[in-house]
């Protein structure tokens, strides 16, 4: 497979972009903060299925990153990661430096309010989301894709940009890609090398715990708390105290009471085990509950 061409500037991103428009080519964007592995690629080769130029963008976006998290350590390999775009079959990786996306004097913040104030954007502050809405923002309007693909892992991120691209009217399709796992059923994410081997058996304890609340829905309950409670069990029972276990509306993000009609409940879970702060869900529906195999 040929290389991905690198790219390091804003106008050059611009111009790639500008001739594979003149071809009539369509434009797919993978956003990620590199450290590759199986989650990401499936959203590379879904976007390379879908459009023509395969924009990939690396940036470890220090806007979205805390003060106290892990922006120093968080795990870098561009080379490899070229390799592995390559096999995507990725056009153009675009990885800018930080003064490049926030040169001197940036001043801008996208901010959303409502979705971002629950889960991830309560436990972990404001920052977070306004750094990634500003950041994907910026995206857009340099890569200016057709298609942004993102995975279901990161549910909220998803809501939050969709709105976020339909409140700023940037003509973008914002397609959610499902969360790739290890067999155990722990999602993958670039954080879990940060698990020792205790916390990594400890891990896939989260996707038991989901799986025991969407059996709990296949029963016939439909009481947010006992969906709730099935899966805090779980985790309580190997000693896991999640930061938040939640079931809220799958696209506004509001408290559920009950899990009702056609609606659909996304049960969202976010637990520190080890060195790492790991976060999961499943989408849960009354009326059809679908079977979320393993992949
Ligand atoms: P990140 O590099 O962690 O910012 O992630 C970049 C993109 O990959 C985001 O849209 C994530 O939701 C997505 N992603 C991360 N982990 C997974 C996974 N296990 N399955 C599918 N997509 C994922």
């Given at each position: 497979m040929k290389e991905p061409r690198i790219v390091r500037t804003i106008a050059e991103m611009r111009r790639v972009v500008a001739a594979a428009r003149s071809a009539g080519e369509s434009v797919g964007l993978v956003p990620t903060m590199g450290a590759f592995h199986d989650g990401h690629l499936s959203l590379m080769r879904e976007a390379a299925r879908s459009t023509d130029l395969v924009v990939v963008s690396l940036f470890v976006n220090?806007?979205?990153?805390?003060?106290?998290?892990d922006l120093d350590t968080y795990p870098r390999d561009e080379e490899r990661d070229a390799r592995l775009a390559a096999d995507q079959g990725v056009?153009?990786?675009f990885a800018p430096t930080a003064s490049e996306v926030?040169?001197?004097?940036?001043s801008a913040t996208v901010h959303l309010s409502g979705i971002t104030e629950v889960l991830c954007g309560a436990h972990r502050g404001p920052h977070h989301f306004d750094g990634v809405a500003t950041v994907v923002a910026k995206l857009f309007n340099i890569v200016t894709p057709d298609v942004a693909f993102f995975g279901q892992k990161d549910a909220q991120q998803v809501l939050v940009v969709r709105q976020m691209a339909r409140d700023l009217n940037?003509?973008?399709?914002?397609r959610a890609c499902p969360t790739v796992r290890e067999s155990d059923g722990l999602a993958m994410s670039?954080?879990?090398?940060?698990?020792d081997a205790a916390a990594r058996a400890d891990a896939a304890v989260i996707y038991e715990a989901l799986a025991a609340a969407e059996q709990a829905v296949a029963a016939g309950t439909r009481d947010a708390a006992t969906i709730v409670d099935a899966a805090r069990t779980v985790l309580n029972g190997a000693g896991i105290v999640p930061e938040y276990l939640e079931l809220r509306d799958?696209?506004?993000l509001h408290l559920l009471d009950r899990l009702e009609g056609s609606g659909e409940g996304l049960l969202a879970v976010a637990a520190q085990i080890g060195d790492a702060r790991l976060i999961d869900n499943r989408v849960l529906r009354a009326e059809s509950v679908p079977t979320q195999a393993v992949r």
């Open positions: 220090p806007t979205q990153i805390g003060a106290n998290e056009d153009v990786l926030y040169p001197d004097g940036f940037i003509p973008v399709d914002v670039s954080r879990n090398v940060y698990l799958n696209r506004d």
